[in-house]
């Protein structure tokens, strides 16, 4: 079977002929493999019956970037993006978008009469904690007349996750699952002193070499008792659970990110991925690889090609956010990517390295989220990553995630996968590829916890039985009456035992089963409490100005209700209030120095802000969904000169970081947008707010924010 001229994979047939069937499809399959064509199947053939499609993804790269292929395939005109910060072609039939933006039409109504299909990428992102949630409402609410197509590469209780699918969507849905790459995965280990080596054989050089560092006492090991790195905000062990460097004996050379990459040029094995976990070791890798390098990476045609690229970018970088000495590292083939990165480098670093123009790029775990740009190379400079609380080890998923980028299809025979180990690191790391090579990554659970907004909406628009069903009908609901009927099973055959022990543990087995059934709607119903407790709702759920409020309020939802309820965002000017919508929603890293001193109005608002952020109410709130509330008062005044008018440039001038952090300040302002957007929406009787709300959201809607990056 083929499609747009490529030879299909048994799954990729498999799966398009089951939606050419209307059915619903729950697609595994190792990353590389051709996923993507089956969502191209899906547009093209919504938008050949004349109807609509929406694709969803959690990280707008990955959006973007099937936003830029689908506009070339079929055509701006038929193609939008609407990630809550842009909107561009609303109405068009294809729409790529959020899936909180999905969730929220969807909460309010909006029928979508002529919504053939959902593609919903890394659909086990079901299971992230603070925005899982989202995903389930989507699968809930969808029309069962939509068709479904699920994409994932690390799904393990696949099954599972399919039965339950079936059961929201009352018909079978299609599970189509694959295991062999189509370009093999190759392992290596890299030390400075062992080479580059196959684990088994780099085990053998180790041991020959020195092998493993005399132990030390149990007292001087970390906290998680491995004795091995265990911190560090720069991945690479800059915190180490408690130890003290200064009484570490030297534990062998620690390896060079810069000999490994020579060694990778050396053997033909470029391009590659560098995954470094930290921003600021992707930024200061690049630079000191492109110091260490006397001539490119790139031929003379290829630094001819990348020339005429950032000659063009420099027509139009007013920004000048390309300075000569990134040109020279990009010239060299050298480039780094992470979140914070400003949003037209990060479109620029990603043009350059789809052109194959870029030959190591020193990268984050953004990068490894469905874009679509393999490397015949990845590269782990660690197994471990700062997860904002603690340093822990990769879980499987997010390993063979980055690792699956190796192997570019059609290219290469084999993708290379590559650890970097210090002497001392290796017998952990061994410990730890030996599970990654296994390759099960772990099974999706759910983190189902609606937010308030959604708890009014949905008292909104439903009945309180309609609610119930649709709160049963979560995945957390479905696995707990799984479990219970399971429990329940145990125990009859108990109560069937002539033993009173037995009989006795089987009355209290069924009482765990009944409480375990209604343990979903008891969890609703504390929410409703809440909102009871503190006067958004009334005792018969009718609404107060608090719910009426909430029903708009998605970001921070109880935080900024209570700002807005206490008449504390009145009085400010539009511009402060911009600032004020950025420190509700970023956060600046805590290594950044900021050179500027709130006074008058901003000083008071963020101090008026800071007493509610701390006052029961958003506390109890916080305890609730388990969900810290932002709340950083440096960006108001960021906020408020972007308002202004003022130029990026002058506004960087304030700050000191040892990273770029412009994509945090870009995103900061696209999210303030949303925001006020949504406060419009609560003034909207005011038509003199109203007015002036709309004015300020054009006036910072230019120049980056508008950027597709």
């Not at 990353?31 to 959690?58: C, H, M, Q, W």
Request: net charge neutral.
């Amino acid at each position: 079977m083929e499609y747009r001229g490529y030879k299909l994979d048994a799954f990729q047939a498999e799966s398009i002929q089951a939606l050419a069937e209307g059915r619903s499809v729950l697609v595994s399959a190792p990353t590389g493999t051709g996923k993507t064509l089956i969502a191209d199947f899906v547009v093209e053939n919504a938008l050949k019956k004349g109807r609509s499609v929406i694709y969803t993804a959690p990280v707008k790269a990955l959006s973007n970037q099937k936003y830029r292929d689908w506009c070339r395939l079929h055509g701006e005109q038929n193609v939008g993006l609407l990630t809550g910060d842009l909107v561009i072609r609303r109405d068009a039939p294809c729409r790529v978008m959020t899936t909180e933006i999905l969730r929220n039409m969807l909460l309010t109504g909006d029928e979508l009469p002529d919504l053939e299909a959902v593609i919903i990428d890394e659909i086990h992102f079901l299971d992230d904690p603070e925005r899982g949630t989202v995903w389930e409402e989507v699968l809930i609410y969808l029309p069962q007349r939509v068709q479904i197509l699920g994409l994932s590469a690390t799904l393990d209780n696949l099954e599972e996750f399919r039965d339950w699918l079936s059961f929201v969507r009352e018909s079978e849905v299609a599970l189509v699952r694959a295991t062999h790459r189509t370009v093999p995965l190759s392992w290596h280990v890299f030390g400075e002193r062992e080479g580059l080596q196959s684990p088994k054989e780099f085990h053998k050089v180790w041991t020959q070499k020195g092998g493993m560092p005399k132990p030390e006492r149990e007292e001087e090991r970390g906290r998680d008792g491995r004795g091995g790195r265990d911190g560090g905000r720069d991945g690479r062990g800059g915190r180490d659970g408690g130890r003290d460097r200064r009484h570490r004996k030297p534990a062998g050379p620690v390896t060079s990110h810069v000999s490994l990459i020579s060694k990778l040029g050396d053997d033909f094995l470029l391009p590659c991925l560098y995954f470094a976990f930290s921003r600021k070791n992707t930024e200061r890798y690049a630079r000191e690889l492109g110091r260490a390098q006397d001539a490119s990476f790139l031929n003379g045609h290829e630094i001819r090609q990348s020339s005429k690229i950032l000659d063009a970018f420099a027509k139009e970088d007013t920004g000048k956010v390309l300075d000569p000495d990134l040109r020279d590292l990009y010239l060299t083939g050298i480039a780094f990517h992470h979140a914070g990165l400003h949003v037209q480098l990060k479109a620029l670093v990603e043009d350059l390295y789809e052109q194959r123009l870029l030959k190591v790029l020193y990268c984050t775990s953004t990068f490894a989220l469905g874009i679509n740009m393999p490397a015949r190379t990845v590269v782990f400079d660690a197994l471990a990553k700062f997860d904002g609380i603690r340093t822990r080890p990769l879980r499987n998923r997010e390993f063979q995630q980055k690792a699956g980028r190796a192997g570019r299809r059609g290219m290469d025979t084999e993708g290379h996968v590559v650890i970097r180990a210090d002497a001392a690191q290796w017998p952990e790391l061994r410990e730890m590829m030996e599970v990654y090579q296994k390759g099960a990554p772990e099974p999706v659970h759910s983190s189902f916890s609606l937010s308030f907004h959604s708890i009014v909406n949905l008292l909104e628009r439903y009945s309180y039985d309609k609610i119930r069903t649709l709160v049963d009908r979560s995945f957390l609901s479905w696995t707990r009456a799984r479990r219970a009927s399971d429990m329940e099973e145990r125990a009859l055959e108990q109560q069937q035992s002539a033993e009173k022990g037995a009989q006795k543990l089987a009355h209290k087995e069924l009482a765990k089963a009944i409480g375990m059934r209604a343990k979903s709607w008891e969890e609703f119903e504390a929410r409703v409490g809440f909102l009871q407790k503190f006067g958004y709702l009334a005792e018969d759920r009718s609404f107060n100005a608090g719910a009426t409020a909430l029903k708009y309020i998605q970001i921070e939802d109880i935080f900024v209700t209570e700002l807005f309820l206490g008449g504390h965002l009145d009085d400010l000017s539009p511009e402060i209030l911009f600032g004020v919508c950025c420190a509700l929603n970023r956060d600046f890293p805590r290594d950044v120095y900021i050179r500027y001193k709130m006074r008058g109005p901003e000083a008071a608002i963020a101090s008026v802000a800071t007493r509610i952020r701390i006052s029961p109410i958003v506390r109890e709130a916080e305890a609730i969904t388990k969900q810290e509330v932002t709340w950083c008062p440096e960006m108001i005044p960021f906020g408020r000169m972007w308002a202004e008018g003022k130029p990026f440039a002058e506004l960087m001038t304030f700050i000191e970081a040892s990273t770029d952090l412009t994509g945090d300040l870009i995103t900061a302002f696209r999210r303030a947008k949303d925001l006020i957007s949504q406060l419009r929406d609560i003034w909207r009787g005011d038509k003199e707010r109203g007015d002036a709300l709309t004015a300020l959201m054009q006036k910072v809607s230019r120049d980056e924010v508008m950027v597709v990056d």
